[in-house]
Structures are given as C-alpha cells and as structure tokens.
C-alpha cells in the first residue's frame, strides 16, 4: 500500500550514518546519496531521510512514528542497540507487545530529531 516515507532530519550526513548503522539489521541498505536527500532499501529506496536545515525540535511525543519489519527479534534488539549507540531516545524497549489483532516483537525509538521509529517483526505460526 505504502511506496516510501521520507523523514526530516536537520543534519544529513550525521542522520544518514546513524541510518544506516540501525536499518543495516532489518535488511535496508543506502541506495541513493544525493545533495539533501538519502534513500535507504532492499531493491530501490523506500526510506529517505531529507535535509531541513532550519528544522525545529519536534515534540516529545510526536504522535506519529514510522513501523520498520524485522527478521526477527535479534534484528530488532539490534536496531535498537545501534539506534542508542547513535544518540538516539529510548521510547520502549525491545519485548513483546499486544496489537490489536496479534502479539508482535517490537522496539521503539526517537531519533535525534524527534522522529519515532518502531522496529518489528511477528512470531511465526508454530
């Protein structure tokens, strides 16, 4: 349903390396370096970090966040391990949770520019 997202980051290069340390688990790669935008993916870029040099800090709780499938649990505790390591804000540890329709693995983040990204995955059926 969804082709890409694009997220705010107010220093590209900085944003783009953290980036790419925390997606590199879940299978995402750098695809695309352009002046002001970065695109990130498996086979073409579905997640792009672009340049807003004047952004503002957003507030602590955005209200909306971006949901990034995982292999697996190891991936996500491994995004999340390099999403603090790049200076990121702890918004919910990774552990099982309950969705309005399963159980999934997941852990939340905020990144240094108040953008909330969640890594998931979903146990497989025994």
Same mark, same amino acid.
């Given at each position: +349903?969804?082709?890409?997202v694009?997220?705010? =980051?107010? !220093?590209?290069? @900085?944003?783009?390396? /953290? *980036?790419?340390? +925390?997606l590199? $688990?879940?299978?995402?790669?750098?695809? =695309?370096?352009?002046?002001?935008? =970065?695109? &990130?993916?498996?086979? *073409? $870029?579905? &997640?792009?970090?672009?340049?807003?040099? !004047? /952004?503002?800090?957003?507030?602590?709780?955005?209200?909306?966040?971006?949901?990034?499938?995982?292999?697996?649990?190891?991936? =996500?505790?491994? &995004?999340? @391990?390099?999403?603090?390591?790049?200076?990121?804000?702890?918004d919910?540890? $990774?552990?099982p949770?309950?969705?309005? +329709?399963? #159980? *999934? *693995?997941?852990? &939340?983040?905020? !990144?240094? !520019?108040?953008?909330?990204?969640?890594? #998931?995955?979903? $146990?497989?059926?025994?």
């Amino acid at each position: +349903m969804i082709d890409h997202v694009s997220i705010a =980051v107010s !220093d590209l290069a @900085a944003s783009a390396q /953290l *980036y790419e340390r +925390m997606l590199a $688990p879940l299978g995402l790669v750098r695809l =695309v370096t352009r002046e002001g935008t =970065v695109g &990130f993916g498996k086979r *073409y $870029p579905e &997640f792009w970090l672009n340049l807003r040099a !004047d /952004l503002a800090p957003g507030p602590a709780h955005p209200g909306t966040h971006i949901c990034l499938r995982a292999p697996d649990e190891a991936a =996500v505790r491994a &995004f999340f @391990a390099a999403a603090l390591e790049g200076g990121c804000t702890e918004d919910g540890a $990774p552990g099982p949770r309950q969705g309005a +329709m399963t #159980v *999934y *693995y997941g852990a &939340f983040i905020l !990144d240094r !520019d108040g953008n909330k990204i969640e890594a #998931v995955t979903f $146990p497989r059926s025994a």
